[in-house]
């Protein structure tokens, strides 16, 4: 079982953070093998299908460079312009097929492990240039079997090679007896053919080193329980680190509501244990707004706010409970609500015509609250909180 320097075993499977960051540092699954394999059995393909016309083309270029007359032979100049278009020649003789085995190269690769390019993994490491590491990593499990894959591929290149020897046998001895140019496209017919099954062959060794090598790359990902266990801590935060965050939050949630209770027109009490601060705008609002709430502490708070700012308190309990559990900061009181809300608003706005030399109103009593909205505190307070 594989373990960390502490000497934990690590028996625990990557997770998708560990997965991305071994992605982000080019640790990604990757198969020689495959490679290896996809490249010569398209590049067999491709010179069996266009071999005849590549072979055709280089004799042209070959009689272009050859069949040169004398006056051309000693001018310099015409020297370098066939020389020239020798090359060009050559190179889009040569590009599609060059074309081909890039595309190749780059694909065989990401249909593995997909896209992946870090710059980490071509820094240089000087634990490379340890013996001690070099020697762990040539006797570990990989490198085994890398061992065995050489084994593997000389073993089955000579058996298969030797068998195709063995068939062609009869043909190759009669390339002697034909005429050169058929010879010749017999052989290359042998060749491209022998190319083909050789590079094929190789599937084998692909089939077998695609699965080592996703067991090999999640094994060395594997992480102990406390890896884990860390890693869950630093993704979530700790406790305390969280708790915190959650207290100032609630301060700064509190500081806000607490800024809005002297633009509140009531604050409905219970008259100790709750506290809910309206604010109501006939030509801006289509209902009364709760604007703070709260209980015990937070009610107290609100109760001060509004007598520093000359804002109403008007004791309602029933009410009071009701608004606090029927409705969220910012939110409009419920339907069922309203007449409630408004007997005290309407209370509250004729206190402010007494102070123009209005009379005096008289406090609504029996206010009235729907069942539905008749709730009890979530834990029992201190007295009756009536």
């Given at each position: 079982m594989a373990e960390n320097q502490d000497?934990?075993?690590?028996?625990?499977?990557?997770t998708p953070k560990r997965l991305e960051e071994a992605r982000n540092k080019g640790q990604v699954p990757r198969s020689r093998e495959l490679t290896t394999m996809a490249m010569l059995l398209m590049a067999a393909i491709a010179m069996t299908f266009m071999g005849e016309r590549m072979v055709a083309q280089l004799g042209d270029i070959m009689r272009l460079g050859l069949a040169v007359e004398r006056a051309k032979i000693f001018d310099p100049w015409s020297v370098i312009e066939l020389f020239g278009q020798a090359v060009s020649l050559g190179i889009l003789l040569m590009l599609p097929f060059l074309v081909l085995m890039v595309a190749t190269a780059l694909a065989a690769p990401v249909a593995l492990g997909g896209w992946s390019f870090s710059t980490e993994a071509l820094a240089f490491k000087f634990d490379k240039l340890n013996p001690v590491t070099g020697l762990k990593r040539i006797f570990a499990a990989r490198g085994v079997m890398e061992l065995v894959k050489a084994l593997a591929k000389f073993l089955l290149i000579g058996l298969i090679g030797a068998l195709l020897l063995w068939h062609f046998l009869p043909q190759l001895m009669g390339l002697g007896r034909e005429d050169p140019a058929v010879g010749l496209a017999h052989a290359g017919q042998i060749l491209s053919r022998s190319?083909?099954?050789?590079?094929?062959?190789?599937?084998?060794?692909?089939?077998?080193?695609?699965?080592?090598?996703?067991?090999?790359?999640?094994?060395?990902?594997?992480?102990?329980?406390?890896?884990?266990?860390?890693?869950h801590k630093n993704t979530e935060g700790k406790p305390e680190v969280k708790a915190k965050v959650r207290t100032m939050q609630r301060e700064i949630a509190q500081r806000r509501m607490m800024s809005e209770v002297p633009k509140a027109d009531v604050v409905i009490t219970n008259p100790t244990h709750y506290a809910i601060a309206l604010r109501y705008d006939a030509d801006k609002m289509a209902a009364p707004v709760v604007v703070a709430k709260g209980v015990e502490l937070v009610a107290s708070q609100i109760r001060t706010v509004a007598v520093a700012n000359k804002v109403p308190i008007f004791e309602a309990p029933p009410l009071a409970r009701a608004l606090y559990y029927s409705t969220e900061i910012d939110q409009q009181v419920p339907a069922g609500l309203y007449l409630a809300v408004a007997q005290v608003l309407a209370y509250v706005f004729q206190l402010r015509a007494t102070v123009r030399g209005g009379p005096v109103p008289v406090p609504p009593e029996d206010i009235p609250v729907p069942d539905e909205f008749v709730q009890g505190p979530p834990r029992a307070p201190d007295g009756d909180g009536d």
């Open positions: 000497g934990q075993e690590k028996t625990e499977e990557a190319f083909v099954i050789l590079s094929a062959s190789l599937a084998l060794i692909a089939a077998i080193d695609v699965p080592f090598q996703l067991w090999d790359h999640a094994k060395n990902l594997k992480m102990t329980r406390q890896e884990v266990r860390d890693e």
